[in-house]
């Protein structure tokens, strides 16, 4: 009886224990869960906010000042590549490479939409209802420049097939 006993009281500590170190386990992992996420998103938003002042230099008239752009640009691109996710860093050099390989802007513009959308799947669990033409429209706000630039754009996507 009383080694029944004992045995039950040890069973109930080894449970308790193991309890308790699932738990500490848990905690720990979301707390490098939250660590990333907080990482990726700071690295995409650094990623649009330049994106945006190079818009912003744009319709400004003015010219963006290089050296400082390709700094925010290395960093952003170093951040990507730490915590992106493998769509939104493929999207990433897509573009990327689009921009050096003398391709024509809407090929880039394409890529840059493509990347877009990548960026906001990622933050949304796959779940973004937005699509390129939505995020032309916010960024010309001119709905007939949008459906020239979709015109062109689908151009361009035909003839790559």
Request: glycine share 4%; with cysteine; proline share 0%.
């Amino acid at each position: 009886m009383e080694t029944e006993y004992l045995i039950g009281v040890i069973l109930s500590l080894i449970i308790a224990f193991m309890g308790w170190v699932m738990q500490r386990k848990t905690e720990r992992i979301k707390i490098m869960e939250n660590q990333l996420s907080e990482n990726k998103y700071k690295a995409y938003a650094d990623m649009v906010g330049l994106f945006f002042s190079i818009l912003k230099d744009a319709k400004r008239e003015r010219k963006s000042n290089q050296e400082e752009m390709m700094d925010k640009m290395l960093e952003s691109k170093k951040s990507i590549f730490m915590y992106g996710s493998d769509s939104v860093i493929k999207a990433f050099n897509k573009w990327l490479c689009s921009t050096t390989a003398n391709e024509i802007q809407t090929t880039q513009l394409n890529a840059f939409l493509d990347f877009m959308i990548e960026i906001r799947k990622d933050m949304s669990g796959n779940s973004t209802k937005i699509s390129k033409y939505d995020l032309l429209i916010n960024l010309t706000q001119n709905k007939d420049e949008v459906n020239r630039l979709w015109s062109e754009i689908s151009k361009v996507k035909k003839q790559q097939h």
